[in-house]
C-alpha cells in the first residue's frame, strides 16, 4: 500500500487470501489513513 511517500507492507504469514479486519485497521491506523481514505482508493 502506498500513500504520499509513505509505503506500507501489510504482513500475510499465513499466505492467505484476506487478512483480518483488526489488521487491517491497524494498518490503515498506523499508516495515517482514514476510513474513508481508504473506502474511495478505488474510485
Known sequence: MV???R???IPN???RK????PLLRE???????????W???SD
Open 3 to 5: 500513500k504520499g511517500r
Open 7 to 9: 509505503k506500507v507492507h
Open 13 to 15: 504469514p499465513h499466505h
Open 18 to 21: 484476506d487478512i483480518g479486519v
Open 27 to 37: 494498518i490503515l491506523k498506523q499508516a495515517g489513513v482514514s476510513r474513508e481514505e
Open 39 to 41: 473506502l474511495n482508493a
